[in-house]
C-alpha cells in the first residue's frame, strides 16, 4: 500500500494554479453532502510511533512525505525516516528546502517528485521570481551528494503552457536534464476558475495537438535510440495497452491502493481530498492498512466511458466534488481522449519495435502510484 503523509499543510510558495486560485475560490462551498474540517492541525500532532505501528502491518508498506511542502517540517521528516521501516520513501516537493536536508536523508528517497513547470521563464511565471534558479541549483547539488533514484519533473500545465515544448526542454537542456516527467492539467479543481479561464480553446489549438507531437516523438526515439523514455502519460497508457489490461482502476491509486494521513492521523483517499469528514476511512493509531475500505468511481459519466477500463475516471476528487459543471468537465474528458488515441495511434509502431528486438516490453515498467497520476 501507498501512503501519502502530509507533515504540513503550509507552503513558501504562492503559486498562480494553487494560492492564486484559492484566493479566487475563498468562498465557495462544496455543497451540503461534503463537510470540510477547516481546523486540522497545521502539522503533524499523532505520535510518530503510532505510524511506525501502523506501516508495519504492511510488509509492501510506501510513505510519500507531502505537504503543502514537506520539507517545511524537515525535522518530523527525519524523525520519521529515523524511526519508521517503509519499503520506499519517497517525497513530492516544490525543491526549493532540498539543500537543508542532509545526504543520509536524500540519499534514501527511492524517488524524489520535484516541482517544475518547464523552463525558467515559465516555471516563474507560474510559481514565483527565483524559484526555477534555486530548484535547480538544489538538484544538481544532491545528484553531486550521491542521489541515485528517480527523479521525475512534475509540471502542473494550464493556459500559459505549450507542452510540447516544455517536455522537449526538460528532457534536453543545458541546466537539468530529466529523464522522468509527468504533467497534471490544472482542472476541475476550483469551481469559479472555468467562466474566467480559456480552457477549451487551449486545450484544442495547443495541448492536444502537442500531446499527439509527443507521443509520435515518443516512439521516434524508441525507434532511433531504443529508448523508452519515462513520459509518465504516455508509458503508463502504453503499458496498459501492452498488457491488454481491461478493467483499470483509478491510475493514481487513489482510494484503493494509495491513500494520505492527514496532519491529524486520519486517513483518506487521496491528498486533495483534505479534511473532507464525509471520506475519513479510520485513524493511523487504529486502523489496519490492508483493511481500508476502497473509494470508487460511481458517478456519470465515467462509468459509462468507452475508455474507463484505460482512464480510470481520472481523478476521484473532481469525480466526487464536482467543481465544473458537466458541460466544462466534459473538456477534460475530450484531453484524456485525445492522450489516450494519440498512444493507441502508436502502438503498432512500439509493437513492432518489441519484436525486432529494439525495445523490450520490460522497458515500459515502472513503479505504480507514485505520485504520477498517469491521466493528466
Known amino acids: 500500500m501507498f501512503f501519502h503523509v502530509i507533515l504540513t499543510s503550509e507552503c513558501n510558495l504562492q503559486c498562480k494554479y494553487c494560492f492564486g486560485e484559492s484566493l479566487e475560490d475563498f468562498d465557495e462551498a462544496f455543497g451540503d453532502d461534503i463537510e470540510v474540517d477547516y481546523n486540522l492541525p497545521k502539522n503533524v500532532s499523532y505520535e510518530i510511533p503510532q505510524l511506525e505501528k501502523f506501516c508495519r502491518q504492511d510488509p509492501d508498506c510506501v510513505l510519500t512525505f507531502y505537504g503543502g511542502e514537506p520539507l517545511l517540517q524537515a525535522e518530523k521528516l527525519r524523525q520519521i525516516m529515523d524511526e519508521v521501516v517503509p519499503k520506499h520513501f519517497m517525497i513530492q516537493t516544490n525543491g526549493l528546502l532540498l539543500d537543508k536536508l542532509e545526504p543520509k536523508y536524500t540519499n534514501r528517497f527511492h524517488t524524489i517528485l520535484v516541482s517544475i513547470d518547464g523552463e525558467e521563464a515559465l516555471t516563474d511565471y507560474y510559481r514565483g521570481k527565483g524559484t526555477f534558479r534555486k530548484v535547480i541549483d538544489n538538484l544538481k547539488l544532491i545528484r553531486q551528494n550521491g542521489f541515485e533514484g528517480e527523479l521525475i519533473a512534475r509540471m502542473t500545465v494550464m493556459?500559459?503552457?505549450?507542452?510540447?515544448?516544455?517536455?522537449?526542454?526538460?528532457?534536453?537542456?543545458?541546466?537539468?536534464?530529466?529523464?522522468?516527467?509527468?504533467?497534471?492539467?490544472?482542472?476541475?479543481?476550483?469551481?469559479?476558475?472555468?467562466?474566467?479561464?480559456?480552457?477549451?480553446?487551449?486545450?484544442?489549438?495547443?495541448?492536444?495537438?502537442?500531446?499527439?507531437?509527443?507521443?509520435?516523438?515518443?516512439?521516434?526515439?524508441?525507434?532511433?535510440?531504443?529508448?523508452?523514455?519515462?513520459?509518465?502519460?504516455?508509458?503508463?497508457?502504453?503499458?496498459?495497452?501492452?498488457?491488454?489490461?481491461?478493467?483499470?482502476?483509478?491510475?493514481?491509486?487513489?482510494?484503493?491502493?494509495?491513500?494520505?494521513?492527514?496532519?491529524?492521523?486520519?486517513?483518506?483517499?487521496?491528498?486533495?481530498?483534505?479534511?473532507?469528514?464525509?471520506?475519513?476511512?479510520?485513524?493511523?493509531?487504529?486502523?489496519?492498512?490492508?483493511?481500508?475500505?476502497?473509494?470508487?468511481?460511481?458517478?456519470?459519466?465515467?462509468?459509462?466511458?468507452?475508455?474507463?477500463?484505460?482512464?480510470?475516471?481520472?481523478?476521484?476528487?473532481?469525480?466526487?466534488?464536482?467543481?465544473?459543471?458537466?458541460?466544462?468537465y466534459s473538456k477534460v474528458c475530450y484531453t484524456v481522449a485525445q492522450l489516450v488515441e494519440s498512444v493507441k495511434a502508436e502502438m503498432p509502431r512500439i509493437e513492432e519495435l518489441i519484436r525486432n528486438g529494439k525495445i523490450k516490453l520490460g522497458d515500459f515498467d515502472y513503479l505504480k502510484y507514485n505520485g504520477c497520476e498517469i491521466i493528466p
Open 159 to 328: 493556459e500559459q503552457t505549450d507542452i510540447q515544448k516544455q517536455v522537449h526542454w526538460l528532457l534536453d537542456n543545458r541546466e537539468f536534464s530529466f529523464s522522468s516527467i509527468h504533467w497534471q492539467l490544472n482542472a476541475g479543481f476550483w469551481g469559479n476558475d472555468y467562466q474566467r479561464r480559456n480552457f477549451e480553446e487551449w486545450t484544442q489549438t495547443s495541448y492536444v495537438p502537442g500531446v499527439r507531437a509527443l507521443a509520435r516523438f515518443w516512439v521516434d526515439e524508441m525507434q532511433l535510440k531504443g529508448t523508452v523514455l519515462k513520459l509518465y502519460p504516455l508509458l503508463g497508457i502504453a503499458e496498459s495497452f501492452l498488457n491488454d489490461e481491461k478493467d483499470c482502476l483509478m491510475r493514481c491509486g487513489g482510494g484503493w491502493i494509495n491513500y494520505a494521513i492527514q496532519t491529524d492521523g486520519n486517513i483518506i483517499p487521496c491528498p486533495t481530498m483534505w479534511g473532507m469528514k464525509k471520506y475519513y476511512l479510520g485513524h493511523v493509531a487504529t486502523a489496519n492498512p490492508l483493511a481500508l475500505k476502497k473509494i470508487f468511481v460511481s458517478e456519470k459519466p465515467c462509468v459509462k466511458c468507452q475508455i474507463l477500463s484505460i482512464c480510470g475516471g481520472r481523478c476521484l476528487y473532481t469525480n466526487i466534488t464536482r467543481r465544473w459543471s458537466d458541460e466544462a
